[in-house]
Nanobody
Framework: QVQLQESGGGLVQAGGSLRLSCAASGRSFSTYRMGWFRQAAGKEREFVARINWSLGITYYADSVKGRFTISRDRTKNTVDLQMNSLKPEDTAVYYC?????????????WGQGTQVTVSS
């Protein structure tokens, strides 16, 4: 079993920055990929960014490309999401996720989520 704990959400003005962090813990697990999704009120959860754990290859949703940066610390089992030039439409609950199975695409573990609110 893997537990994920997000931190770093909050309220920021448009154009500002926030940094989210997610720490993974548990017994005897290996990480294949970690990433972030978000869900705005009344909308479906959507993909934001992901990172391959061993190679560090990243992938972003078009809506955040060039503004958000995902990174990982393999020694601490953490993944961060640096969010710059935030827009009101970035307002959502952000969820960290983790995949342990190599080659799998669907997230297997989820965090509880952290609220990000961007005011105009």
């Amino acid at each position: 079993q893997v537990q994920l704990q997000e931190s770093g959400g909050g309220l920021v003005q448009a154009g500002g920055s926030l940094r989210l962090s997610c720490a993974a813990s548990g017994r005897s697990f290996s990480t294949y990929r970690m990433g972030w999704f978000r869900q705005a009120a009344g909308k479906e959860r959507e993909f934001v960014a992901r990172i391959n754990w061993s190679l560090g290859i990243t992938y972003y949703a078009d809506s955040v490309k060039g503004r958000f940066t995902i990174s990982r610390d393999r020694t601490k089992n953490t993944v961060d999401l640096q969010m710059n030039s935030l827009k009101p439409e970035d307002t959502a609950v952000y969820y960290c996720n983790l995949i342990t199975t190599s080659g799998a695409t669907a997230p297997q573990y989820w965090g509880q989520g952290t609220q990000v609110t961007v005011s105009s």
